[in-house]
């Protein structure tokens, strides 16, 4: 019943909602360096793990933002405390993809020191071309290994309810992880942070991010009836 309840919410959000953070990209020129514009930065500041704009691929045309070498970009978000939240993105490995590339949420982070707490840490590794969880700083946490995909553009979305601490992971509709959002001494009540980290990789795209608060209440009857309502809009 969780998993048909994440499915049911990713379809009714994803008809249209006011989004707390947007980025697709296009509002910048390809080549540019994304360190210091419009909250990215470099892990703790450095400019050097900055990233820059692409239009070698896009999902939404003309650009994404490329993951690669020492690319360790960080958005750092707000005001997201309380509540039920989907967090979208799009990412693209290359059919030469290689290395182990790193998509990252974060509960707490502070430019330039501490304290910082991960949630959930997922590796794109083409050891064996697999997506693995290498954990957060101490959430209790069920992994489900899926292979990835080349050459194509595919879906991660995150449930997170910061209320009852638990999360959900999807690649591509396939759950990854899911569990608590944040444990330990240093979690947070909170999504404080996405790091796009390359770890030395090849190329890695993403675009059209988009985290948008799921309507209160966020009840399985709920979401049952807008899940009814969008598939009779498709019908009809």
């Known amino acids: 019943m969780k998993r048909i309840l994440v499915s049911a ?7 249209g909602a006011s989004a707390q953070w947007f980025e697709n990209f296009d ?22 793990a900055g990233a820059l704009v692409s ?8 650009n994404s933002v490329d993951i690669v070498g020492a690319s360790d970009l960080v ?3 707000s005001g997201m ?23 990252i949420l974060m509960n707490t982070y502070t430019s330039g020191g501490n304290p910082k707490d991960w949630s959930l840490q997922m590796v794109f590794d083409s050891g064996d071309g ?25 879906t991660i979305d995150v449930l997170i309810d910061l209320d009852n601490n638990t999360h959900t992971a999807r690649y591509n509709g396939q759950v990854v992880v899911e569990g608590e959002w944040y444990g330990g001494a240093g979690g947070q009540q909170n999504i404080g942070a996405t790091d796009l980290f390359a ?16 309507p209160e209440p966020a009840t399985i009857a709920g979401l049952s009836i807008g899940l009814l309502a969008l598939l009779r809009r498709r019908r009809n």
């Open 75 to 77: 958005q750092v978000h």
């Open 9 to 15: 919410a990713v379809a009714v959000l994803a008809v």
């Open 27 to 48: 509002s910048y020129n390809a080549g540019d360096q994304l360190h210091g514009m419009n909250g990215w930065e470099g892990w703790d500041g450095n400019p050097g």
């Open 199 to 214: 770890n030395n990789a090849n190329s890695v795209f993403y675009d059209n991010f988009n985290v948008q608060q799921v």
């Open 130 to 154: 697999m997506i693995h969880n290498l954990g957060g700083s101490g959430n209790v946490v069920t992994e489900t290994q899926v292979a990835y995909d080349l050459g194509v553009w595919r």
């Open 55 to 62: 239009d070698a691929q896009s999902s939404s045309a003309p």
């Open 81 to 103: 405390f309380s509540g039920v939240w989907l967090y979208t993105t799009e990412v693209y490995l290359p059919t030469k993809y290689s290395g182990e590339s790193y998509f």
